[in-house]
């Protein structure tokens, strides 16, 4: 995953996604030549559904339509509708 696919997953800002990298709470990204960096996205799954999992049961359905959605590269936002679900 790249910077921006990140911080949108995340809802964090750039400074943030750092921060958090620094104190070793976010996976650090691979580098993947010599001015670019990515993020592999099962560690970046891993770390979200650790962090759902820290806020209990009522939270945990939502954040696994999000996890499957994101999985798929779905960016859903309730009450929009994807292109496809007007097709059909």
Known sequence: M???EV???CSFSRATL???IKL???PAPVK???RSVGW???DVMQWLDARVAQRGPAYQAHAQIEHQDAKRGA???PGRR???DEAE
């Open 40 to 42: 592999l996205q099962d």
């Open 75 to 77: 960016a859903f936002k």
């Open 7 to 9: 911080l949108q997953l």
């Open 82 to 84: 994807r292109a496809r």
């Open 2 to 4: 790249r910077l921006r």
């Open 32 to 34: 993947l030549s010599a």
């Open 24 to 26: 070793h709470t976010f």
């Open 18 to 20: 750092y921060r958090e």
